[in-house]
C-alpha cells in the first residue's frame, strides 16, 4: 500500500477530502458573513441558525409537503432568504443607526429563540435526510473512494463561490454592492435605494447560509444545535481571513477545512481546536488577518 | 490670619461643592442600606440562592466593566468563570487540608494568568472582530475542558469539599457559606467600584468615547485596555470559583458560549454601564430561569431568555438601572 508521509494514501487522501468538504462549509459560511458585514457592518450572529434553518426547511420540506432534494436545493435558500429580508427591514432596520455591536446582540438574540424553539419540537440528537439517489453511491479513484454525494457538495459550494464573486465583482448590481460599502450616503444621493440594497445584500447572505443547510442535510443529522458549533468556527476563518475579500473568504475557508484534515490524520486530539490555535498564530503575526484591509 | 482662612475655606466651598457633598452622603447611606439589605437577606429568602444570584452578580459586574467602561465586548467571559471553577474544584477536591478561601484565590489567579494571555491577544483586534476573537478563544479553552482528564469531561467536578474557612469556621452551613460569598461580593463590587471612579476609570471611559482622541492625548490605549481585561477575567474566574465552592461542583455548562451569552444579557437587561445594572439583571435572569424551571414553560428558558435579548436590544437599551436613573435625572435635577 502506499504511504504519505507515515500513513496509508487512503487514509491521508481520505481525511484531506473530509477536511475539504468541511472547508467548503466554512467557505460558503464565512462568505455570507462576509457579504453582509461589507454593507452592513454587522456580524451575522444569527448566521449559523440560518444554516440550520436551510437544512431542517429542506428535511421538513421532504417529510411533509413531498419536496425532493434538487427543489430544496432551490426553495430553501429562497423561503429563508426571504424569511433574514423580513428580520433586516422589520428589526435590523430599526437599530441600523446604533452601534453596531447592537446588530451582533440582536442577531444573538435571534439564534437563541430559533435554536430553543426547534429543540423544543426535534430534540438535540438530530434527523437523518437520505442523500438523493442520483447521488448514491460513489467512484472507485484506485488510490481511494470518492462518495458521489461528497463530490458533489465540493463542487456545488465552488459553483455558488465563483457565482458569487462573479455577481459581485463583474455584474452592475455588484457594482452598486461595493460602492454601497465604501459609501452609502453617497449612494443614496445617487438614487440607489440603498435600504433597499441592504435588504437584499441580508438575503442573499443568509441563502448563503441556508444553501449550505441544503448541502449538509445529507452528510450531518439535521439537528437545532448544527450551526451554532459550526458558526464559532467560521469566526474564527474569518479573523484568520479577514471580511475584506471575497476570494480571502473562500480560500481562507478551503484551507482552514485541509488543514483541519492533516490534523485529524496526524494528531486526532487538536482536531477541534487547532483552527484557533490558527487564529492565535495569526492574531500574534498578521494582527489584520491574512487578507485583512483594517491597519 | 487664621480668620481669613476659614474665611477662604468656606469660601471655596462652592455651591456644586456642596451639592456634591450631598450626592456623596445619599449614595454613602444608599450603600450602607444596600448592606444592610444585604445582611438580612438570608432571613428572608433562600439563601443558595441569594448566593447563586451573587456569584451570577459579580460575574456580570466584571464582564460589565469591559462593556461597559471600556465599550469592549468580549463574547469569551465564560472561559474565565470555568477556569476559576475548575482550578478551584480540582485543588479543593484533591487537597483536603486546603482552606476554600486558598482554593478560591489560586482559581482566581489562574483566571488573571488566562485573562493576561487572552487580553494580550484580542486586544490587537477592535469591535466586532474583538468579539469573535474572544468568543473563539473561549470555545478553545471549552475544547480543552472537554478533553482534560481534571476536569472529568462531560461529567465536571462533584462533590467538592466547602471545608472550613481560614481552616475553623465551618461553611458546611448555608447560612455561614452565604456571609463568606457576600463578603467576596462586596470586595468584587468594591474593587470594581474603585476602579471605575478612579482616574484610570476616567481614561478608559475616554477610551470607549473616542479611542483616536485617547491614543492622540498621548495614553497607551492597549495597556489600559489589557489591564481592564485581566482585572474583568480576574473577578469573572473569582466568581466562578466562589460558585465552585458553594454548589460543590463544576461543569462544562460554566464554559459553554451560552453562558458567555448569559452574562451578556444580565448587564444588557439590568443596564449596560451602571454599577448595579449588572447586579439586577443577574437576579432577574437566575429568577427567571428558577421560576421557569418549575413552571410548564420550563423546556423554553433558551427561546424566552432570546425574546428578552431581542426585546432589549430594540427598545431598552439603556436597561433596567439606566432608566431609572435617567428618569431620577430628569425630575431631581
Given at each position: ?266 494528531y486526532p486530539e487538536a482536531a477541534n481546536t487547532v ?21 | ?85 475548575y ?52 470555545q478553545l479553552v471549552f475544547f480543552v475542558y472537554v478533553q482534560s482528564p481534571f476536569t472529568g469531561g462531560e461529567d ?96 462544562l455548562?460554566?464554559a ?78
Open positions: 500500500m502506499t504511504m504519505i508521509f507515515g500513513v496509508p494514501a487512503a487514509v491521508f487522501l481520505g481525511q484531506l477530502l473530509l477536511g475539504l468538504i468541511n472547508g467548503a462549509f466554512y467557505a460558503l459560511l464565512s462568505l455570507g458573513l462576509a457579504v453582509i458585514f461589507g454593507l452592513l457592518k454587522i456580524v451575522n450572529f444569527a448566521h449559523g441558525a440560518m444554516y440550520m434553518l436551510g437544512a431542517f426547511a429542506t428535511l421538513l420540506g421532504m417529510r411533509y409537503l413531498g419536496i425532493n432534494y434538487w427543489a430544496a436545493l432551490l426553495l430553501a435558500p429562497l423561503v429563508v432568504g426571504l424569511f433574514g429580508m423580513l428580520l433586516e427591514r422589520f428589526m435590523l432596520r430599526r437599530i441600523a443607526h446604533l452601534d453596531h455591536l447592537y446588530g451582533l446582540l440582536l442577531t444573538f438574540g435571534l439564534a437563541l429563540i430559533f435554536e430553543g424553539s426547534l429543540v423544543n419540537f426535534f430534540g438535540v440528537s438530530g434527523a437523518r435526510y437520505p442523500t438523493p439517489e442520483l447521488l448514491q453511491g460513489g467512484f472507485q479513484l484506485g488510490f481511494m473512494f470518492l462518495p458521489k454525494y461528497r463530490a458533489f457538495v465540493l463542487a456545488a459550494a465552488i459553483v455558488v463561490c465563483v457565482f458569487t464573486w462573479f455577481m459581485i465583482e463583474r455584474t452592475r448590481l455588484g457594482a452598486y454592492l461595493r460602492a454601497g460599502t465604501e459609501n452609502p450616503a453617497l449612494m443614496q444621493a445617487f438614487g440607489v435605494n440603498v435600504p433597499l440594497l441592504i435588504t437584499l445584500t441580508y438575503g442573499f447572505g443568509v441563502a448563503l447560509a441556508a444553501f449550505a443547510g441544503v448541502l449538509a442535510a445529507p452528510l450531518y443529522p439535521v439537528s437545532p444545535n448544527m450551526g451554532s458549533n459550526l458558526l464559532i468556527v467560521v469566526f474564527a476563518v474569518v479573523v484568520i481571513g479577514g471580511m475584506g475579500s471575497i476570494l480571502g473568504a473562500v480560500i481562507t475557508g478551503l484551507a482552514m477545512g485541509l488543514i483541519e484534515g492533516l490534523t485529524k490524520v496526524y483552527i484557533f490555535l490558527v487564529m492565535i498564530l495569526v492574531l500574534l503575526l498578521r494582527p489584520a488577518g491574512l487578507f485583512g484591509k483594517e491597519a | 490670619m487664621s480668620a481669613t482662612q476659614t474665611q477662604t475655606q468656606t469660601q471655596t466651598l462652592t455651591p456644586s461643592m456642596k451639592r456634591q457633598r450631598r450626592a456623596d452622603m445619599r449614595r454613602n447611606v444608599f450603600y450602607l442600606v444596600l448592606i444592610g439589605i444585604g445582611l438580612v437577606a438570608p432571613f428572608v429568602a433562600y439563601p443558595v440562592f441569594l448566593m447563586k444570584v451573587l456569584c451570577f452578580a459579580l460575574f456580570a459586574c466584571a464582564f460589565n466593566l469591559l462593556l461597559g467602561y471600556v465599550g469592549l465586548l468580549s463574547f469569551g467571559h465564560a472561559a474565565f468563570l470555568a477556569t476559576g471553577g482550578v478551584t474544584g480540582y485543588l479543593l477536591a484533591s487537597h483536603p487540608a486546603l482552606t476554600p478561601e486558598l482554593g478560591i484565590i489560586a482559581g482566581t489567579l489562574v483566571a488573571v494568568a488566562l485573562g493576561a494571555v487572552f487580553g494580550a491577544l484580542s486586544i490587537r483586534r477592535q469591535g466586532i472582530y474583538f468579539a469573535m476573537v474572544t468568543l473563539a478563544l473561549a465536571g467536578l462533584h462533590g467538592v469539599p466547602r471545608g472550613d474557612l481560614f481552616g475553623f469556621i465551618s461553611l458546611r452551613s448555608n447560612l455561614a457559606m452565604y456571609y463568606f460569598v457576600f463578603a467576596i461580593f462586596l470586595i468584587g463590587f468594591a474593587i470594581i467600584q474603585r476602579a471605575v471612579h478612579s482616574p484610570y476609570g476616567q481614561v478608559l471611559k475616554a477610551i470607549r468615547e473616542n479611542e483616536p482622541r485617547a491614543v492622540s492625548l498621548g495614553y497607551n490605549v492597549d495597556a489600559y485596555k489589557w489591564v481592564a481585561f485581566v482585572l474583568s477575567a480576574g473577578l469573572a474566574g473569582l466568581a466562578g470559583s466562589t460558585k465552585t465552592v458553594v454548589f460543590q461542583l463544576a461543569s455548562t460554566d459553554h458560549w451560552h453562558m458567555s451569552g448569559e452574562v451578556i444579557l444580565m448587564t444588557l437587561l439590568g443596564g449596560v454601564g451602571t454599577l448595579f445594572g449588572p447586579v439586577v439583571g443577574a437576579g432577574i435572569v437566575v429568577s427567571l430561569q428558577h421560576l421557569l424551571a418549575q413552571s410548564p414553560l420550563g423546556n423554553w428558558v433558551g427561546p424566552i431568555l432570546g425574546i428578552i435579548f431581542v426585546v432589549c436590544v430594540l427598545s431598552f437599551r439603556s436597561g433596567i438601572v439606566g432608566e431609572i436613573l435617567k428618569s431620577y435625572r430628569k425630575n431631581f435635577k
